[in-house]
């Protein structure tokens, strides 16, 4: 059986009607809840992310997000897209069953970009964190039960966007000074902080990362069921990690095909990679269609709509051809 091909989160331009049509269209199987950053601040990742928090606001500086006392414009602005959005969806997935991801900022990216009143990153503070990581929980789960409401046949499928987590674990997020870094954060902090909250979700919960060295091992203890990287910044050195997270049962969801324009391979090239992982690893090529699910490396946002939408056509034939042919 194929595990199939999804998107990552972010498409070109600013139209919900036409982002979710290429959202279901491309991926009938797998479809997913699309990010338009393209329409400013409040519509990224982490603006989507800061107007699903409960009890907790923040506002756009120069710098970026800061946290602030109450609501403002850039809070509700971020809550009408994110509305907008869903209505979008919901008219594209009527009568669908089947699984359906949706995507919001992990709560150590989202401490590494919201800024406290002085203009320092919430990471800096313990007590900050948890009250963000606790009041994002709390987000998530009223936006998960209102996705349920508007499609009730889907298996909803939370992805935690996570670029920033190999940094925060390694001491590499720049102060708002840019003259030195934060503290490293004590990795079972990370990790339990993680396993909360992906308790808030009884489906699967994947986390997604488009830097290097993404954490897999950590991942899999902290209990996410699946992980999502830029297959080309995988090194040799990753190989214990990943034979282990598939042997454990956990998904890899292989960004294989650039988020950017340029020229595509054809489909089955594009998951030469993959095999060539699976031989290395001495993993049997039949477990390989349901191990992966192939998607482009990163969001979409900085690629052109016709680009954007060639390359979730060549995802979905690119896991044909790794079900097809495994070896």
Same mark, same amino acid.
């Given at each position: 059986m194929s595990a199939g091909a999804t998107g990552v989160g972010s498409l070109p331009g600013g139209d919900a009607r036409e982002a979710a049509r290429t959202a279901t269209g491309s991926f009938e199987d797998f479809p997913y809840l699309p990010e338009l950053p393209a329409r400013g601040p409040g519509a990224d990742m +982490? #603006?989507?992310? +800061?107007?699903? !928090?409960v009890d907790m606001y923040a506002h756009v500086e120069p710098s970026g997000w800061r946290i602030s006392d109450r609501p403002g414009r850039d809070t509700r602005r971020a809550r009408s897209w994110l509305? $907008?959005? !869903?209505? @979008? !969806?919901e008219e594209f997935t009527q009568g669908y069953t089947g699984r359906l991801k +949706? &995507? @919001?900022v992990g709560p150590w990216t989202l401490a590494a970009a919201l800024e406290l009143h002085g203009g320092e990153a919430m990471l800096q503070d313990a007590g900050a964190c948890r009250d963000l990581a606790g009041s994002l929980a709390e987000g998530l789960r009223e936006h998960l039960a209102d996705v349920r409401k508007r499609i009730p046949g889907a298996d909803v499928v939370l992805q935690l966007d996570e670029p920033s987590l190999t940094a925060v674990l390694l001491g590499r997020v720049r102060s708002a000074s #840019?003259?030195?870094t934060y503290r490293a954060v004590d990795r079972q902090v990370v990790e339990g902080t993680l396993r909360d909250l992906f308790a *808030?979700?009884? #489906? $699967? *919960? +994947? *986390?997604?990362s488009c830097a290097p060295e993404v954490p897999f091992g950590l991942l899999r203890r902290a209990g996410a069921t699946g992980v999502s990287f830029d297959f080309s910044l995988l090194t040799e050195r990753e190989d214990d990690a990943i034979g282990e997270a598939v042997e454990g049962g956990t998904k890899l969801f292989a960004g294989v095909v650039a988020g950017t324009d340029g020229p595509l391979s054809d489909p089955g090239g594009s998951v030469m990679g993959v095999r060539k992982l699976w031989r290395r690893l001495g993993l049997a090529p039949g477990t390989l269609a349901e191990s992966v699910v192939v998607t482009p490396s990163c969001g979409l946002a900085g690629a052109s709509p016709a680009y954007a939408r @060639? *390359? &979730?056509?060549?995802?979905?034939?690119a896991a044909r051809s790794l079900a097809d042919n495994p070896e």
């Open positions: +982490i #603006g989507r992310s +800061i107007g699903l !928090l509305g $907008e959005d !869903l209505d @979008a !969806l +949706i &995507q @919001a #840019g003259y030195r *808030v979700h009884d #489906g $699967e *919960v +994947i *986390v997604h @060639a *390359v &979730q056509a060549h995802c979905v034939r």
